[in-house]
Nanobody
Framework: QVQLVESGGGLVQTGGSLRLSCAASGRTFSSYGMGWFRQAPGKEREFVASISWTGSSTYYADSVKGRFTISRDNAKATVYLQMNSLKPEDTAVYYC??????????????????WGQGTQVTVSS
């Protein structure tokens, strides 16, 4: 079993940047596919980005392409989400998630077994 803890959220103005981190502990992390999702009040959980266990393959939602970058450091058991050019519509609670066995890009939250507690990102107009 793996435990995930997000950090790095906060309040930022439109056009600003934040870097989210997700620290993992427990069983083998390096073999997990990882993803970032976000959820705004009253809305469904939305896919943001995913990364393969080696870090060689990444995938992004159209809404964040060119602005967000997902990466991982398996030696540190940490996944990152670098968010640039932030917009008010990016405001949400951001969650990292892991899937020990996977195929494809992990676009659905149902594909993930482990979740962090979430970190709030608020982008002011």
């Amino acid at each position: 079993q793996v435990q995930l803890v997000e950090s790095g959220g906060g309040l930022v103005q439109t056009g600003g940047s934040l870097r989210l981190s997700c620290a993992a502990s427990g069983r083998t992390f390096s073999s997990y596919g990882m993803g970032w999702f976000r959820q705004a009040p009253g809305k469904e959980r939305e896919f943001v980005a995913s990364i393969s266990w080696t870090g060689s393959s990444t995938y992004y939602a159209d809404s964040v392409k060119g602005r967000f970058t997902i990466s991982r450091d398996n030696a540190k058991a940490t996944v990152y989400l670098q968010m640039n050019s932030l917009k008010p519509e990016d405001t949400a609670v951001y969650y990292c998630a892991g899937r020990p066995y996977y195929s494809g890009y992990g676009l659905s939250p149902h594909e993930y077994d482990y979740w962090g507690q979430g970190t709030q990102v608020t982008v002011s107009s």
